[in-house]
């Protein structure tokens, strides 16, 4: 039996809340971080030296490793029990136990302390990770940076991983978000994926989340143009995902990725993969259903009751930096993107020379083409779309200019959308006579989005259009 | 059959030929008794060692130049191998077979596309083994089979007095030994031919033996038989080019005159010329001039081919080999130029006709800022094959390209397959077109080699058009005859020559536009013969057709690399096939894209491409968006690769694509 050297448990109790040491600006900031208060502009995502206010936690276990899915985890095999509340499966404990050194050895980006306000427990299968020792890096994050007075700590679970009990465990452990991941709502489907779950688990998963008293805000994942997906099928889940009520919804298109058992299968728009075009109509009819059912689509593949906006991931779109702790994880500190070692020996390695200073970041930090490119193609998957004052002030009228003049097509034809400070739609020509008079460009337009669905849909040739002008 | 007829008067002329040169080369020889056997007796064991001197021992009488001529793959590179292994010009065993095949592509293809010269010593012992036995200068010049590189064999046979007309025992005469035999004839040299590949299962000697008298009117008696494979019969072929090919004419003591045969750029060394050496002699310092630019050079380095480039600080009389002379550029090396003492008025020398380009296409940079890079390869590798043409043009599709003419099809292949390894140029090539002549009611002519350069709609009548021929030459069994003459007519072809070469054999003649072989017409017949058929053509002339421009449009816009001049019966079917082509291989965009061919405003052919439904990665996961971007970057890159008309975007592909369109199908 392994034995922690770290004292997880006295950790556990814990809990009071971490000094909050919020300085006025960044009141400033998280006021403007939300997609809801879209009025206020916020200060120039890309360039704001801001030291990192959320953080992800890699937690790579899985029952067993879906047919479509190509992140760096550990599959523990079916003879890992599930829901065991004794003895910890000691591939666990070790790999926390690196977690652990890990954000012991990172150093925190400000000394006078601006405490974490988003934490994401990302998979892998977080939920197979036993509550307390979810609570050791909690906890460990607390004592390190800090967490504000309200933070939103999210985790990923599956169906059958958890009961009433241990999701009761991780609430009170602070954890107050859960992205459920449901895929799909037919016992077909979910068996060709190679999930470890049927419907019957997804049914209890629902009835215990829906009535965990502590718990408001929750999100649930589903997958389009599965093998073998029908427009039926597809109605039927977006039905049943309405009726459970999520505070959140994130809809995947499935992607095939090479080395993966679906990749060895399938070829993308074959059978029984859907075309193209079927595709892409699943694509609208979630868009259909969820709106109508009161959800925003603020965000390619995301969609929220108002006010639920995922705060964590709008860290991401909005080009903001965040720590990154585990296997694999990437974080975006002071400028630089760095993704941490797949392999675990390769990643326990590496939290070594950390430890010993030995682990010099390569400060390839991103150039300013870099820095453009991140902020187009992050903030064109959002419905707030692309602020083009704030980024004309980062990168230049002329590079915003000619951005524009790349989308001019576009805005003619729908896919992309220009909007005045206000956020409402402006005729094309409008946009187009904007354009025309370079000097005050801007005096009408004020942010470009792509539109829902149909610029959605095509974001990545829109985006790599905007690459093309950006870095020729 | 006046074909039948005009085949015999040519015999008749060859037998003459044939008597004349065997007679005059055993009187020059001065050496009449019989040979009986001869022997590798390298004399100069270590290459790269050979002196003026030595050099000086070989008087015209013992010099020998020599052309190896075959239709292709009969076997003319291995012969070349087993010669220079025989007189230890190059070690048995060492270096690649068909050692004179340099290039690359000529490897890879396993074809020979430039002529190689390589010269060797050789002992004509006789029977007594006579350590005195004369000595002997041999100059081998190896050349392609293939049609294209035709021109090649004659420049070769310019600087011989002989060829080895090399046939496979058992695939006998085929289209191209009938034309290289012609040229060698017409050349006046000596022919001696050689049946290869005796050691195949279905040789057939006797039977090829009947076929060149029936052809030829040679004297099956002369016919040596040899195997380049397993050695049989070699032992053969020197003393018969010793003793059947005369010595070159030339005068000694007059000034030193010579040929330019071949010239190339070296990067170390400069412009290298292979000469043949008419009159007089050529020495290390000596002053020369070309006849055609005036301009004079000094010999800063002269020597043979052993088979590389051994410096001998002379050559004499009769002799090739190779001169540096300072010369800047190949342009000033024009091959077929008559280079002299300098000082002095010569006579030039007759050359050769200029190579006739039968295809021209646009090249152009497969990215387009690569302009610079393709316009710096063209211009290398021009230099060492001048046979390809070249001017500046512009594309709104392409942007800045070149207008080259080839001598053709397999030509062209070769130039970009070089332009790619050895110069590393990625290269778009526009849809291979032959040069046609319109005429206006104004009575204004021009000359079209391409295509869009002719007004769609000119505002003035065209009176006539026309178009390029070929004489063709096709030799089939004779079960095949039916579907060959259906497929000639398609072509527009019209027959000239039918006949029998030998009881299983039919040859064909026919004459055909240029345009309709230059794409897919050798395939084809191949095809429809289980591959039997080969097939030869030479140039002829023009021929008034009915003749149109075809436009291809993509969302209204013209796209001017993709115009083709085509005859007016077939533009129907070939917009058909343009516009399905461009449909498969133009990928969707995020517009509904039309395609079309036009007829001036005739819209002949159509199809839609629908707009991209979707192109969306959903997944961006746990901030890690590093992943994203390098595929947002790839697509990126992809659209830069492509060539955009109005706001289209065409991949590369589409245009390699367009090339394999047939024009009659
Ligand atoms: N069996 C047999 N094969 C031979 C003989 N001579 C040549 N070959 C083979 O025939 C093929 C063509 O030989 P090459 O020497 O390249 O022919 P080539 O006439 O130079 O061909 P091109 O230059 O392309 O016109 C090669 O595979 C040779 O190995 C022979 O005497 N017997
Ligand atoms: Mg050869």
Redesign the pocket.
Known sequence: MHRLAIPLVSHLPSRKPAPIRRRPQDARRHASSTAATYSSTPPSPSLSPLPPASAYVHLPFCRKRCHYCDFPIVALGSAAPPRGQGADDPRIVDYVRLLLREVAATRPVSDDGVPLETVFFGGGTPSLVPPRLVAAVLDALRGRFGLSACPEVSIEMDPGTFDAARLAELVGVGVNRVSLGVQAFQEDLLRACGRAHGVKEVHEALGILTSCEGLQNWSMDLISSLPNQTQEMWEESLRCTVDARPTHVSVYDLQIEQGTKFGQMYTPGVFPLPSDTESASFYKIASKHLSEAGYNHYEISSYCKPGYECKHNLTYWQNRPFYAFGLGSASYINGVRYSRPKRMKEYAEWVQELEDGRWIHKCRSSDMKDLAMDVVMLSLRTARGLDLQSFSKSFGKSLTLSLCNVFKPFVESGLVIAMDSKRRALPHIDFELDLQNEGDFGSRVAFIRLSDPEGFLLSNELISLAFGIISP | MAGAAALRRSARRISRHLAAASSFSRSALQQPERLLSSQASPEHGVRGAVSGSELALYPPERVRNFS?I????????????RLLELTGTIQKGHGQ??YL?KLQV?RE?????KAQTATMFYRHTTASQDSDAPRYLLNLI?????VDFSYEVSRSLAACQGALL?V?AAQGVQA?TIANFYLAFESNLSIIPVI?????PTADPDNVKEQLKRLFDIDPSEALL?????GKGLEQVLPAVIDRIPSPPGKCDSPVRMLLLDSYYDEYKGVICHVAVVDGALRKGDKIASAATGRAYEVLDVGIMHPELTPTGVLYTGQVGYVISGMRSTKEARIGDTLHQAKSTVEPLPGFKPAKHMVFSGLYPADGSDFEALSHAIEKLTCNDASVSVTKETSNALGMGFRCGFLGLLHMDVFHQRLEQEYGAQVISTIPTVPYIFEYGDGSKIQVENPAALASNPGKRVAACWEPTVIATIIIPSEYVGPVIMLCSERRGEQLEYTFIDAQRALLKYRLPLKEIIVDFYNELKGITSGYATFDYEDSEYQQSDLVKLDILLNGQPVDAMATIVHNQKAQRVGKELVEKLKKFIERQMFEITIQAAIGSKIIARETLSAMRKNVLAKCYGGDITRKKKLLEKQKEGKKRMKRVGSVDIPQEAFHELLKVSNSK
């Open positions: 190896i075959a239709h292709v793959d009969h076997g003319k590179s291995t012969l070349a191998d077979p068909q095949d000529e293809r396993g074809i020979t596309v190896d050349t392609p089979g293939h090399v496979d191209q290869n590949k005796i050691d195949q040899t195997s380049a494979k397993t």
